[in-house]
């Protein structure tokens, strides 16, 4: 076989069946007998969508999906969404075509040439490989899925020249055998074991990391009595309407508090990045901080911890949960959940002084959500308030570009949500700005059949831009624009459309969006008299 009959081969050997891309000169051999593969192709309308319902896919499932790109610009085209996903932490597989061997580094002009794709890409990838033989594949394939498996899930991309694409390989195209996580080392586990059973006043906060240790970690959370705060990332791991979780607070005032106040803070599976915090400043950890994450660069960044444990969350929770089994204590000063009625009691004048209309809007939404829907929210000024009061009851259920804050992820990565999990109920939150982004993409929807809102929050310009620059006296520029009809728009793709005018109205838009064959684009402009 040709080399790209042979990656078709792997990819579905280690279990992918979805692939994203749009098809160029430089990558038709990648699809060379493809309709036999039995994995399903989805091409978006721009590679940026591409990317984004990988995104989105993987957010969903904690499963990586693959991106087909070709040279130069499908892949540059695709390089945001594969740098959130860098971010965020998300696994993806880039598999995109670059020139010739001989050609490599030469700036000889040849179509779609960049003097070094390879490096471009290093800086948004756990790794890019060039395959200079495609006997070689087997071996790369390995190296990729057990990074996924078994170290901090990030895109990997293996790009492979031209002429590399048409040569003939043999290969064995069954998965090498994958690593699974290391167990945790006994005697830091048992000295993390010792230091939360002495505590008085412990806090939790979990981030993406722990996706996977939702059980554990609400075990976890009631063996110590500690309030939870979770990052965006890290929304539902512990159900937020758990009597001990906070949710994801911590922009605000009272969850510094908190934190500043506990003696002991366990932090698993978060960077404690300044994007979840943003323009809070930094945090205060006053006592000890205790922090688990299978990535040991991230156990010296940003904060000196008192302890580290290098582990996948759940086994390392799991393991401290062992220990404490046979300890006493913590013997803590105040009851986990009266911590968190007072923090609630104080947050209520931090949520009215946030945009009163937001949260009339927000909650009229949300009311309309099934509990379970997956969320995938674009960078939006609603979006933002969701996140903190959304109660996100599982993990993988909210999609937003937290680390990379890209704009336009929400549309694609509700496609690729409600593509990895048909049944689940799915919706998306755009801002008008976010939107157009990525609008095209309303066109793969009504392709494929898919069924779910897209709410689409006009105010008529980047919202959070215009109010940032007249919060710092800059006279607004470039932020205001107006569509003039967005559900014409969205009809013209075959989407159900419509701008509701009352809460009845809104509240059955949604709830019939969730059946049908085609997606139901929202229109809530900021200024409806209904929601004044
Ligand atoms: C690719 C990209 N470009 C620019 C920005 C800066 N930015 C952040 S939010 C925002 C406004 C987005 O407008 P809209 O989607 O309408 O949401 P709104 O703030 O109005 O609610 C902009 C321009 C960004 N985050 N990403
Ligand atoms: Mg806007």
Redesign the pocket.
């Known amino acids: 076989v040709k080399c790209g009959e042979a990656i078709a081969k792997l990819l579905r050997a280690y279990g992918i069946d979805t692939v994203f891309g749009i098809p160029g000169v430089h990558t038709v051999e990648l699809y060379r007998n493809f309709s036999s593969s039995d994995l399903r192709h989805i091409a978006p309308r721009h590679e940026q969508g591409a990317g984004f319902m990988a995104y989105g896919y993987a957010v969903a499932t904690g499963r990586p999906a693959a991106c087909f790109l070709i040279t130069g610009p499908g892949v540059l085209n695709a390089a945001?969404a594969i740098a959130e996903a860098y971010s965020d932490s998300v696994p993806m597989l880039v598999l995109c075509a670059t020139n010739r061997r001989a050609e490599l580094g030469m700036g000889g002009g040849c179509l779609h040439e960049m003097s070094s794709q390879q490096k471009a890409m290093e800086q948004i990838t756990a790794f890019t490989h060039t395959l200079l033989d495609p006997a070689n594949l087997p071996q790369v394939f390995a190296r990729a899925f057990t990074l996924f498996a078994s170290q901090r899930p990030r895109p990997v991309c293996i790009e492979i020249p031209l002429d590399v694409l048409d040569l003939p390989v043999e290969i064995d195209s069954r998965p090498w055998p994958i690593p699974a996580r290391p167990q945790p080392d006994p005697g830091s586990v048992r000295k993390m074991a010792q230091s939360l059973a002495s505590c008085r006043n412990p806090l939790i906060v979990l981030g993406g990391g722990a996706a996977e240790a939702s059980a554990e970690a609400t075990q976890l959370a009631e063996r110590l009595d500690a309030p939870v705060l979770l990052t965006q990332a890290g929304k539902g791991i512990v159900p937020e309407n758990h009597p001990l979780c906070l949710g994801f607070l911590l922009p605000l005032r009272p969850a510094q508090d908190l934190i500043a106040k506990a003696d002991l803070v366990l932090a698993i599976g978060t960077e404690l990045a300044e994007a979840d915090r943003y323009m809070i400043g930094s945090y205060n950890f006053s006592g000890k901080l205790l922090r688990i994450d299978i990535d040991p660069a991230q156990l010296s960044r940003n904060f000196r911890a008192t302890e580290v444990l290098q582990s996948d969350a759940r086994m390392g929770i799991g393991s401290i949960l062992a220990v404490l089994e046979n300890e006493n204590g913590p013997a803590v000063l105040t009851p986990g959940k009266d911590r968190v009625t007072t923090f609630k009691k104080d947050l209520g004048p931090h949520r009215l002084a946030g945009a009163p209309l937001f949260h009339r809007v927000l909650d009229g939404v949300l009311e309309a959500l099934p509990p379970l829907t997956f969320i995938s929210a674009?960078?939006?000024?609603?979006a933002y308030e969701a996140a903190m009061y959304w109660q996100a009851r599982q993990p993988r259920s909210w999609c937003f570009p937290c680390g990379f804050?890209?704009?336009?992820t929400g549309l694609p990565g509700a496609i690729g949500a409600k593509l990895a999990a048909p049944s689940r109920p799915v919706a998306c939150i755009?801002?008008?700005?976010?939107?157009l982004?990525t609008v095209s993409e309303l066109s793969v929807a009504v392709e494929e059949k898919l069924s779910f809102p897209v709410i689409v929050?006009n105010?008529f310009?980047?919202?959070?831009?215009r109010d940032s620059m007249s919060a710092r006296g800059v006279t607004p520029i470039g932020v205001d624009f107006r569509i003039n009809d967005v559900v014409s728009i969205a009809r013209g793709f075959g989407c159900q459309a419509a701008r509701p005018q009352s809460w009845p109205e809104l509240r059955s838009l949604i709830a019939g969006s969730f059946a049908g064959d085609r997606p139901t684009v929202i229109e809530l402009r900021s200024d409806a008299p209904f929601l004044q």
């Open positions: 945001s674009d960078s939006t000024q609603l804050g890209t704009l336009g755009a801002g008008d700005g976010g939107f982004y929050w105010n310009g980047y919202g959070e831009i």
